[in-house]
Protein backbone atom coordinates (compact mmCIF):
# COMPACT_ATOMS: atom_id res chain seq x y z
CA UNK A 1 0.00 0.00 0.00
CA UNK A 2 1.26 3.39 -1.09
CA UNK A 3 2.13 5.13 1.93
CA UNK A 4 -1.17 7.70 2.45
CA UNK A 5 -0.01 11.20 3.53
CA UNK A 6 -1.12 11.84 7.15
CA UNK A 7 -2.84 15.30 7.29
CA UNK A 8 -0.95 17.78 9.23
CA UNK A 9 -2.00 19.10 12.56
CA UNK A 10 -2.60 22.21 12.55
CA UNK A 11 -0.28 23.67 15.55
CA UNK A 12 -1.28 27.27 15.30
CA UNK A 13 -3.35 27.33 18.52
CA UNK A 14 -0.29 26.14 20.00
CA UNK A 15 1.03 29.30 21.07
CA UNK A 16 -2.40 30.11 23.04
CA UNK A 17 -2.32 26.38 24.53
CA UNK A 18 1.18 27.46 26.46
CA UNK A 19 0.12 31.36 26.82
CA UNK A 20 -2.77 30.21 28.98
CA UNK A 21 -0.83 27.58 30.96
CA UNK A 22 1.88 30.08 31.39
CA UNK A 23 -0.58 33.06 32.89
CA UNK A 24 -2.22 29.87 35.09
CA UNK A 25 1.31 29.74 36.80
CA UNK A 26 2.47 33.25 36.60
CA UNK A 27 -0.84 33.60 39.06
CA UNK A 28 -0.22 31.35 41.27
CA UNK A 29 3.21 31.42 41.54
CA UNK A 30 5.00 33.07 45.04
CA UNK A 31 8.37 33.66 44.96
CA UNK A 32 9.34 34.31 47.77
CA UNK A 33 12.12 32.09 49.61
CA UNK A 34 11.84 31.48 53.14
CA UNK A 35 14.22 33.34 55.21
CA UNK A 36 14.87 33.54 58.85
CA UNK A 37 17.06 33.33 61.78
CA UNK A 38 17.93 29.69 62.63
CA UNK A 39 18.02 28.42 66.85
CA UNK A 40 17.87 25.84 68.16
CA UNK A 41 16.08 25.47 71.41
CA UNK A 42 17.37 23.23 74.49
CA UNK A 43 15.84 19.67 75.21
CA UNK A 44 13.49 20.15 77.88
CA UNK A 45 14.65 19.74 81.66
CA UNK A 46 13.19 17.66 83.94
CA UNK A 47 14.06 18.99 86.90
CA UNK A 48 15.02 22.36 88.17
CA UNK A 49 18.71 21.71 88.96
CA UNK A 50 20.95 24.76 88.55
CA UNK A 51 23.31 24.67 85.37
CA UNK A 52 26.76 24.66 87.15
CA UNK A 53 28.51 27.36 84.88
CA UNK A 54 30.56 30.14 86.24
CA UNK A 55 29.19 33.39 86.54
CA UNK A 56 32.16 34.82 84.82
CA UNK A 57 30.82 32.58 81.57
CA UNK A 58 27.72 33.70 81.51
CA UNK A 59 26.75 37.07 79.38
CA UNK A 60 23.16 38.02 80.67
CA UNK A 61 21.45 39.85 78.05
CA UNK A 62 17.84 41.16 79.09
CA UNK A 63 15.24 42.43 77.13
CA UNK A 64 12.75 44.44 79.01
CA UNK A 65 8.60 44.92 78.01
CA UNK A 66 9.55 48.43 77.14
CA UNK A 67 11.85 46.85 74.47
CA UNK A 68 14.80 48.20 76.44
CA UNK A 69 18.22 46.26 76.76
CA UNK A 70 19.89 45.30 80.30
CA UNK A 71 23.40 43.76 79.30
CA UNK A 72 25.32 42.43 82.42
CA UNK A 73 23.05 44.27 84.57
CA UNK A 74 23.29 47.69 83.01
CA UNK A 75 20.91 49.44 80.87
CA UNK A 76 23.05 49.62 77.20
CA UNK A 77 21.92 49.83 73.71
CA UNK A 78 21.78 47.48 70.82
CA UNK A 79 24.03 49.41 68.91
CA UNK A 80 27.21 48.81 71.26
CA UNK A 81 25.63 45.03 71.54
CA UNK A 82 28.16 43.19 68.63
CA UNK A 83 30.82 44.59 70.12
CA UNK A 84 30.44 43.82 73.78
CA UNK A 85 29.52 40.14 72.83
CA UNK A 86 32.49 40.04 70.72
CA UNK A 87 34.64 41.47 73.74
CA UNK A 88 32.95 38.89 75.93
CA UNK A 89 33.74 35.63 73.90
CA UNK A 90 36.98 36.54 72.83
CA UNK A 91 38.29 37.94 76.11
CA UNK A 92 41.20 39.51 74.37
CA UNK A 93 43.05 40.58 77.85
CA UNK A 94 42.47 37.53 79.61
CA UNK A 95 40.10 39.29 82.05
CA UNK A 96 38.93 37.73 85.13
CA UNK A 97 35.46 38.65 85.05
CA UNK A 98 35.46 37.96 80.84
CA UNK A 99 35.03 33.95 80.44
CA UNK A 100 37.90 30.86 80.89
CA UNK A 101 39.32 29.99 77.81
CA UNK A 102 40.00 26.23 77.12
CA UNK A 103 42.61 25.05 74.94
CA UNK A 104 41.60 21.94 72.75
CA UNK A 105 42.87 20.18 69.90
CA UNK A 106 40.74 20.95 66.78
CA UNK A 107 41.03 18.77 63.49
CA UNK A 108 42.76 20.98 60.44
CA UNK A 109 42.88 23.65 63.08
CA UNK A 110 45.38 22.26 65.71
CA UNK A 111 45.14 24.22 69.17
CA UNK A 112 42.85 26.65 69.56
CA UNK A 113 41.82 28.63 72.44
CA UNK A 114 37.82 28.17 72.62
CA UNK A 115 35.68 30.50 74.76
CA UNK A 116 33.52 28.84 77.37
CA UNK A 117 31.44 31.90 77.08
CA UNK A 118 27.65 31.38 76.83
CA UNK A 119 25.26 34.27 75.91
CA UNK A 120 21.91 34.13 77.80
CA UNK A 121 19.25 35.46 76.47
CA UNK A 122 16.17 36.62 78.26
CA UNK A 123 13.15 38.32 77.63
CA UNK A 124 9.47 39.82 78.95
CA UNK A 125 6.63 38.27 78.11
CA UNK A 126 5.78 41.73 76.91
CA UNK A 127 8.33 42.62 74.81
CA UNK A 128 8.13 42.99 71.18
CA UNK A 129 8.60 40.15 68.41
CA UNK A 130 10.66 42.68 66.30
CA UNK A 131 13.08 44.03 69.29
CA UNK A 132 13.77 40.33 69.96
CA UNK A 133 14.98 39.40 66.71
CA UNK A 134 16.37 42.83 66.46
CA UNK A 135 18.69 41.33 69.43
CA UNK A 136 18.81 37.94 68.10
CA UNK A 137 20.28 39.20 64.69
CA UNK A 138 23.11 41.04 66.49
CA UNK A 139 24.31 38.51 68.26
CA UNK A 140 24.12 36.46 65.15
CA UNK A 141 26.00 38.96 63.62
CA UNK A 142 28.82 38.70 66.71
CA UNK A 143 28.96 35.35 65.80
CA UNK A 144 29.06 35.02 62.52
CA UNK A 145 32.37 37.71 62.67
CA UNK A 146 33.93 35.74 65.11
CA UNK A 147 33.78 33.26 62.74
CA UNK A 148 34.87 35.11 59.76
CA UNK A 149 38.36 35.85 61.97
CA UNK A 150 38.83 32.66 62.59
CA UNK A 151 38.32 31.37 58.92
CA UNK A 152 40.14 34.29 57.85
CA UNK A 153 43.02 33.43 59.95
CA UNK A 154 43.24 30.07 59.22
CA UNK A 155 41.95 29.81 55.44
CA UNK A 156 42.13 33.39 54.16
CA UNK A 157 38.55 33.65 53.19
CA UNK A 158 35.32 34.25 55.06
CA UNK A 159 32.87 31.33 56.72
CA UNK A 160 30.35 31.71 54.40
CA UNK A 161 32.80 31.18 51.33
CA UNK A 162 34.18 28.11 53.01
CA UNK A 163 33.33 25.15 51.27
CA UNK A 164 35.31 22.18 52.22
CA UNK A 165 32.89 20.34 54.90
CA UNK A 166 35.88 19.73 57.29
CA UNK A 167 37.37 23.20 57.90
CA UNK A 168 33.74 24.12 57.99
CA UNK A 169 33.16 21.82 61.27
CA UNK A 170 36.44 22.87 62.16
CA UNK A 171 35.93 26.57 62.43
CA UNK A 172 32.33 25.51 63.67
CA UNK A 173 33.86 23.76 66.76
CA UNK A 174 36.30 26.77 67.45
CA UNK A 175 33.18 29.49 67.65
CA UNK A 176 30.26 27.27 68.67
CA UNK A 177 26.58 29.73 68.58
CA UNK A 178 26.52 29.64 72.08
CA UNK A 179 23.33 31.56 72.84
CA UNK A 180 20.60 30.29 75.45
CA UNK A 181 17.04 31.08 75.26
CA UNK A 182 16.43 30.86 78.56
CA UNK A 183 12.90 29.89 80.43
CA UNK A 184 10.98 32.25 80.26
CA UNK A 185 10.82 35.11 83.36
CA UNK A 186 8.21 37.48 83.71
CA UNK A 187 10.13 40.42 84.79
CA UNK A 188 8.79 43.50 83.72
CA UNK A 189 5.10 42.94 84.85
CA UNK A 190 2.65 42.98 81.70
CA UNK B 1 14.71 43.91 -18.31
CA UNK B 2 10.59 42.86 -17.65
CA UNK B 3 12.28 39.55 -16.34
CA UNK B 4 13.20 40.69 -12.74
CA UNK B 5 10.05 42.16 -11.97
CA UNK B 6 10.72 44.34 -8.71
CA UNK B 7 8.96 42.86 -6.04
CA UNK B 8 6.71 45.74 -5.03
CA UNK B 9 7.35 46.46 -1.27
CA UNK B 10 3.73 45.76 0.26
CA UNK B 11 4.09 47.42 3.65
CA UNK B 12 5.90 45.40 6.65
CA UNK B 13 6.74 41.93 6.12
CA UNK B 14 5.36 39.40 8.61
CA UNK B 15 7.76 37.99 11.10
CA UNK B 16 7.62 34.14 11.65
CA UNK B 17 6.49 33.29 14.71
CA UNK B 18 6.56 29.75 14.30
CA UNK B 19 8.64 30.14 17.03
CA UNK B 20 7.01 31.70 19.22
CA UNK B 21 4.99 28.56 21.06
CA UNK B 22 8.88 27.09 22.02
CA UNK B 23 9.56 30.71 23.95
CA UNK B 24 6.60 30.48 25.85
CA UNK B 25 7.12 26.85 26.79
CA UNK B 26 9.86 27.70 27.93
CA UNK B 27 9.20 30.59 30.46
CA UNK B 28 6.27 28.37 31.11
CA UNK B 29 8.61 25.48 32.30
CA UNK B 30 10.43 28.38 34.51
CA UNK B 31 7.40 29.27 36.35
CA UNK B 32 5.98 25.66 36.79
CA UNK B 33 9.31 24.56 38.31
CA UNK B 34 9.93 27.94 40.61
CA UNK B 35 6.09 27.58 41.02
CA UNK B 36 5.07 26.79 45.06
CA UNK B 37 1.54 26.27 45.34
CA UNK B 38 0.16 28.21 48.83
CA UNK B 39 -0.62 25.92 51.14
CA UNK B 40 -2.48 27.51 53.66
CA UNK B 41 -5.02 30.55 53.60
CA UNK B 42 -3.45 33.19 56.47
CA UNK B 43 -6.04 34.23 58.42
CA UNK B 44 -3.93 36.16 60.62
CA UNK B 45 -1.64 39.42 59.25
CA UNK B 46 2.18 38.73 59.60
CA UNK B 47 4.57 41.28 58.41
CA UNK B 48 7.89 39.40 59.58
CA UNK B 49 10.60 41.61 60.91
CA UNK B 50 13.31 42.50 59.56
CA UNK B 51 17.28 41.19 60.19
CA UNK B 52 20.40 40.53 58.16
CA UNK B 53 21.93 37.59 59.25
CA UNK B 54 19.00 35.38 57.82
CA UNK B 55 19.44 31.73 56.36
CA UNK B 56 17.36 30.47 53.63
CA UNK B 57 15.13 27.29 54.46
CA UNK B 58 16.18 24.62 52.54
CA UNK B 59 14.10 21.58 51.65
CA UNK B 60 10.34 23.15 52.23
CA UNK B 61 8.77 19.45 52.35
CA UNK B 62 10.51 19.19 56.13
CA UNK B 63 8.96 22.69 57.26
CA UNK B 64 6.03 23.34 58.97
CA UNK B 65 4.69 26.24 59.52
CA UNK B 66 2.96 28.26 62.47
CA UNK B 67 2.04 31.74 62.15
CA UNK B 68 1.09 34.36 64.64
CA UNK B 69 -0.67 38.09 63.94
CA UNK B 70 -3.57 39.53 64.55
CA UNK B 71 -6.16 38.28 63.07
CA UNK B 72 -7.24 39.73 59.62
CA UNK B 73 -10.99 39.68 60.45
CA UNK B 74 -10.36 42.41 63.46
CA UNK B 75 -14.18 43.02 64.23
CA UNK B 76 -15.09 39.13 64.27
CA UNK B 77 -12.23 37.79 66.11
CA UNK B 78 -10.68 41.07 67.78
CA UNK B 79 -7.42 42.54 68.05
CA UNK B 80 -5.35 40.19 69.88
CA UNK B 81 -2.74 38.05 68.41
CA UNK B 82 -3.54 34.38 67.83
CA UNK B 83 -1.81 31.44 66.56
CA UNK B 84 -2.66 29.54 63.18
CA UNK B 85 -2.10 26.54 62.21
CA UNK B 86 -2.94 25.06 58.92
CA UNK B 87 -6.12 26.65 58.06
CA UNK B 88 -7.71 27.39 61.56
CA UNK B 89 -7.11 29.80 64.81
CA UNK B 90 -5.25 27.18 67.66
CA UNK B 91 -3.94 27.79 70.75
CA UNK B 92 -0.74 26.57 72.17
CA UNK B 93 -2.22 23.27 73.58
CA UNK B 94 -3.33 22.96 70.08
CA UNK B 95 0.73 22.38 68.75
CA UNK B 96 1.74 19.26 70.15
CA UNK B 97 -1.06 17.65 68.52
CA UNK B 98 0.18 19.80 65.23
CA UNK B 99 3.64 18.34 65.14
CA UNK B 100 2.79 15.17 66.43
CA UNK B 101 0.59 15.01 62.86
CA UNK B 102 3.40 16.87 60.99
CA UNK B 103 5.69 14.17 62.02
CA UNK B 104 3.36 11.44 60.76
CA UNK B 105 3.37 12.90 57.51
CA UNK B 106 7.13 12.96 56.85
CA UNK B 107 9.42 9.28 56.58
CA UNK B 108 11.24 7.95 59.16
CA UNK B 109 14.50 9.13 58.31
CA UNK B 110 13.25 12.90 57.56
CA UNK B 111 12.06 13.34 60.87
CA UNK B 112 14.99 14.00 62.39
CA UNK B 113 15.71 17.06 59.82
CA UNK B 114 11.97 18.93 60.45
CA UNK B 115 11.95 22.19 61.32
CA UNK B 116 9.29 24.32 62.46
CA UNK B 117 9.55 27.67 61.10
CA UNK B 118 7.64 30.86 63.42
CA UNK B 119 5.69 33.22 61.14
CA UNK B 120 4.94 36.15 63.29
CA UNK B 121 4.13 39.23 63.03
CA UNK B 122 6.56 41.93 64.39
CA UNK B 123 4.29 43.49 66.74
CA UNK B 124 3.31 40.31 68.16
CA UNK B 125 4.13 40.15 72.10
CA UNK B 126 7.30 37.77 72.96
CA UNK B 127 4.32 35.83 75.70
CA UNK B 128 3.00 34.19 73.05
CA UNK B 129 5.88 33.16 71.09
CA UNK B 130 7.53 32.21 74.63
CA UNK B 131 4.57 29.87 74.85
CA UNK B 132 4.76 28.51 71.41
CA UNK B 133 8.58 27.39 72.12
CA UNK B 134 8.01 26.11 75.10
CA UNK B 135 5.23 23.76 73.47
CA UNK B 136 7.76 23.24 70.91
CA UNK B 137 10.55 22.11 73.41
CA UNK B 138 7.78 19.44 75.04
CA UNK B 139 7.80 18.15 71.72
CA UNK B 140 10.92 17.83 70.95
CA UNK B 141 10.38 20.06 67.73
CA UNK B 142 14.06 21.85 68.53
CA UNK B 143 14.54 22.98 65.53
CA UNK B 144 13.15 26.58 64.48
CA UNK B 145 13.40 29.09 62.20
CA UNK B 146 12.06 32.75 63.25
CA UNK B 147 11.01 33.80 59.77
CA UNK B 148 12.49 37.41 58.83
CA UNK B 149 12.73 39.35 55.68
CA UNK B 150 16.52 39.48 54.54
CA UNK B 151 17.59 43.13 54.56
CA UNK B 152 21.01 44.53 54.23
CA UNK B 153 21.04 46.38 57.78
CA UNK B 154 18.57 46.66 60.12
CA UNK B 155 17.86 50.39 61.18
CA UNK B 156 17.92 50.94 64.87
Known amino acids: MASRKVPEINAGSMADIAFLLLIFFLVTTTMDVDTGITRKLPPPVEDDTEMDINERNIFKVLVSSSDRLMVEGSLSDIRTLKEDVKEFMTNPGNREDLPEKELRYIENLGDVEVSKGVVSLKNDRGTSYEMYIKVQNELTTAFRELRDDISLRFYGVKFKNLINKDRRKAVQKAIPIAISEAEPENIGGN | ?156
Not at chain 2, 6 to 30: C, E, R, V, Y
Not at chain 2, 65 to 93: C, H, W
Open chain 2, 1 to 156: MARFKKKKSSGMQAINTSALPDIIFMLLFFFMVTTTMREVTLIVQVIPPEASEVQKLEKKSLVSYIYVGVPMKKAKFGTESRIQLNDAFASTTDIAEFIATEKEQRSEEDRPFMTTSIKADKATRMGVITDIKQELRKVGALKINYSSRKVAGISY
